[in-house]
């Protein structure tokens, strides 16, 4: 078995691998106030409840967006598994089979999701991350990163606007019956479901005008699936790409 963990702003991914499919995905809240051990708790009990033989995991690779969160993580893990944690970072990239220009100024879990892109479709292609950023990475045919686009998340959208209102509330992410909202709720939902649809696919369109090629556009993150069906853009839907990269970046770094 494979274990891949993932820690981003808002949540912290595990994903256990075994007989080449995701046996078991769990997602916690980040909070970087947490010790190691109240973590480790958690991981304890989740592994537990699901049967999983620690011992039987044989690779971890992490990956990190949040520093502080790193040294402990590591330790955590290596002490829990009994084995040598991968760490994602800079260090390694070059035995990656993608290129990055700025190898210190892109986040590991884009590394990620580029690797797993490439090594996928192997074409010139955009990985658009709906995550608590929004983040567009495109690829060229040879795996070199051309470039990246940030935007405020959904989620980050929608409590912004409500922890900077009085009178906006909180709304789930669902796309709202008419563009035409009648109330507080659709209203909101329209201007960020819909309108960050068209946000995505300008951002395809332009991206292709400027190299002129068509992107081969892949969605990931927890919001992907809706998106699809709204895009005209997404040609496929890969909700667990970026733990998908983490295994194959242990697979290049094993060899």
Same mark, same amino acid.
């Given at each position: ?19 080449? *499919?995701?046996?078991?995905?769990? *997602? ?70 993608? *290129? ?156």
């Amino acid at each position: 078995m494979q274990l891949a963990i993932d820690i981003g702003n808002t949540n912290i991914v595990l994903g256990l691998k075994a007989q080449d *499919r995701w046996k078991h995905i769990w *997602r916690i809240r980040t909070d970087a106030r947490k010790t190691a051990d109240e973590y480790e708790v958690i991981f304890r009990s989740l592994f537990g409840n699901a049967q999983v033989e620690i011992g039987a995991i044989q690779r971890a690779v992490l990956s990190s967006v949040v520093p502080s969160l790193n040294d402990d993580f590591q330790e955590l893990f290596e002490g829990l598994l009994k084995l040598k944690v991968l760490v994602i970072e800079p260090g390694i990239y070059h035995r990656l089979p993608i *290129r990055i220009l700025n190898p210190y100024q892109i986040g590991t879990d884009l590394v990620a999701n580029a690797t797993a892109a490439f090594t996928k479709f192997e074409k010139p292609c955009m990985v658009v991350d709906f995550g608590t950023a929004l983040t567009f990475l495109t690829l060229s045919g040879t795996g070199e990163i051309l470039g990246v686009a940030i935007a405020p998340g959904l989620g980050t959208a929608v409590n912004s606007l409500a922890g900077n209102t009085a009178q906006l509330p909180h709304v789930q992410l669902s796309v709202p019956p008419s563009v035409l909202g009648r109330n507080t709720v659709h209203a909101i939902q329209s201007g960020v479901m819909i309108g960050y649809t068209g946000l995505v696919d300008r951002m395809i369109e332009q991206t292709e005008k400027e190299l002129g090629e068509k992107l081969n556009v892949i969605a990931t993150g927890g919001l992907s699936g809706i998106f699809n069906k709204e895009s005209s853009r997404i040609n496929h839907v890969e909700e667990n790409l970026t733990l998908d990269g983490l295994m194959i970046i242990g697979e290049f770094i094993a060899q």
